[in-house]
């Protein structure tokens, strides 16, 4: 099982997208200095732990977890703590103070449920975190639209194309390394910006809206919530 990420897949995201909101890393590790201190980060959908590896360079220990096994060997080429399993049922790491989700993860849908993550995971912060614990995390707004792209490395190329339908996005990855050519399709879910902060409000949770990490923007169609907890 190769998660949402084959080998191949992950490989060129770490060498051609990784660097997506490398600019917001200083933004990201002050923002998690603002809860309780000394800040404790997990890690939701870690990748290849570009961002997790950052923190710990800006004195931000912490955990991570991605479904996806090529993921995670790339992260633990890195000495980082990192281990292998799905948002949707993941447990957050005793004595966390803040988590980040990077890269919509929260958005994908979970196929045991045919829903997102993020609703069910924002309750399991929200009962694991301290007060004044935190969470940024970007997802797919309801504005996010079709599109196609084409991307390409030394050795390798990947086209993406993406198809929507009602609150459902679903992006076609076609990859080529050498001569080995591959495909997945991803699943999404998209939402209202103001609908989202009414849900995670329900929860308990105090809720912003952001357009951008810091000096990064967000990929077009996308928005982020910053969530602390009372």
């Given at each position: 099982?190769?998660?949402l ?14 660097a ?27 990748g290849?732990?570009a ?14 977890i ?8 790339r ?15 993941a ?14 993860v929260?958005?994908?849908?979970d ?8 609703v ?44 929507v ?16 050519i ?32 810091g ?5 077009p169609g ?9």
């Amino acid at each position: 099982m190769s998660g949402l990420y084959s080998p191949d897949l992950a490989r060129i995201h770490a060498e051609g997208f990784t660097a997506t909101f490398a600019q917001a890393f200083d933004w990201l590790a002050e923002t998690l200095q603002h809860g309780p201190t000394p800040p404790k980060l997990f890690d939701v959908g870690c990748g290849d732990g570009a961002w997790l590896d950052a923190a710990r360079s800006r004195g931000v220990m912490g955990a991570g977890i991605d479904l996806s096994p090529a993921f995670v060997a790339r992260a633990r080429q890195r000495g980082l703590d990192v281990c292998e399993g799905n948002a949707a049922n993941a447990s957050v790491p005793a004595g966390t103070t803040a988590i980040t989700c990077l890269g919509e993860v929260l958005s994908y849908i979970d196929p045991a449920t045919g829903h997102d993550t993020l609703v069910p995971f924002a309750q399991t912060a929200f009962d694991a975190l301290p007060s004044g614990g935190l969470v940024l995390a970007d997802v797919i707004g309801h504005r996010c639209l079709p599109q196609a792209a084409h991307h390409s490395g030394d050795d390798w190329a990947v086209r993406v194309e993406v198809t929507v339908g009602g609150c459902r996005l679903s992006r076609r990855i076609e990859t080529q390394v050498a001569d080995r050519i591959d495909w997945v399709t991803h699943h999404q879910t998209r939402r209202a910006p103001q609908a989202t902060k009414a849900a995670l409000e329900a929860i308990g949770w105090r809720c912003d809206i952001l357009q951008s990490y810091g000096p990064a923007p967000l990929l077009p169609g996308r928005f982020a919530i910053h969530l602390i907890k009372p």
